[in-house]
């Protein structure tokens, strides 16, 4: 049934319906308000759970490790500088082969402070081994925390599920929030096989030699590359269930026969669907949503880019002293495939700057006036600098 509810209030309700055991987060911006609803689910007795205070993020994170390896099922949440407080933790989690949800309420990285919406957080740990999936909408939000447990359970891998902070978080949409038999039918209760017991004492996460340690990261790779196929098995799975699919890996809305792409992550893929409708005099677009970034879909992307002739990444963060953390990726990945496709590598939006429909009409532009170029702020106002800080005279 659909339902007017505020994104952070909806992801609350996904989680709650997936029933975990133990919750434990730290307030932070843009974050606070999905833990504050899951609080007044417990409160109300409409979820039934141990809701753990803590005094930081990094306690959160570790409070879940414990518990997930006691054989609970966990939830966490954070953002922005809370994501790199629990860092330490994240690596172990995915080290230790801990399966766990935690929602990412993308936010920028100071400094200087910001509140407002980028992925600079997600990225920063993007090799701390967890899965990675990133939503277009509250709709996909919801769906795609109830599918990340089965995942996560399935794998033995920590999946983090990640929604544009405020503009999906502090947006009010009409959602449907999934009947709580319809969560239990996909959902099995958890069963860790590897739980720690005091009959039978063992220890997790000890020190490991360089005799053994390659093994272990081989191993980690592996499986985050092999969770691919139940990324795809769980998004089909609900789909029959539910009547919605996420797109699995990846998602593209535009013609077969497009000579152009635009690939990008998160909620802005719903501005540039817009934005192509509004601007149909421009060449046929095929928009493509990049759902996992962790594992990174190379054959899906490859097979999603046929025939295109440029291909514009459009970034939501930057790598300081080098541009996009997203085009590299995808050009490693299409250059044995798709040589010929020229992929350009923009950034927007940082730090939350407002992404208007225009932007797809100066991404054309650019695409048409250049060859590829290795990275650039689309929508930097270099008048505001001075001279010294960006080289133009």
Known sequence: MLKALEGSQAIAQAVASCRPQVVAAYPITPQTHIVENIAKLVANGKMHCEM???????????????????????????ASQGILLMAEVLYNIAGMRIPMVMTCA???????????????????VRDAGWIQLYCADNQDAVDTTIQAYRIAERTELPVMVCVDGFTLTHTLEPIDIPEQAMVDQFLPAFNFKRALNPA??????????????????YS??????HAADE?????????????RASGG?????GPDDAKIGILTLGSVYGTLVEAREEYPDLPATKIIN????????????????????????????LSPGYGGIVAPEVQASLTSVHAATRVHSFAVGLGGRDIPLEIYRKLHRRIQLEEPAPFTIIDVELERLPVEDYGVE
Not at 212 to 217: G, H, I, M
Not at 297 to 303: I, R, S
């Open 200 to 217: 039978q004492p063992t220890s997790m996460g000890t020190l490991v030699s360089p005799d053994f340690f390659p093994e272990a990261r």
């Open 220 to 225: 980690h790779h592996q499986a985050l590359l």
């Open 290 to 317: 990049l759902r996992a970034f962790r594992p990174f879909p190379v054959a899906a992307l490859c097979e999603a880019c046929q025939g295109l002739t440029d291909l514009i990444v459009l970034e939501r963060a």
């Open 249 to 253: 890996l990846l998602s593209i809305d």
């Open 106 to 124: 993308n936010r920028a990285v100071s400094a200087p402070i910001s509140i407002w919406n980028d992925q600079q957080d997600s990225m920063a």
């Open 52 to 78: 753990v205070s803590v005094e930081s993020e990094f306690s959160a994170a570790s409070v879940v490790l414990g518990a997930a390896c006691a054989g609970s099922r966990t939830y966490t949440a954070s």
């Open 231 to 243: 990324i795809v098995a769980a998004d089909a799975d609900w789909a029959k269930i539910s009547g």
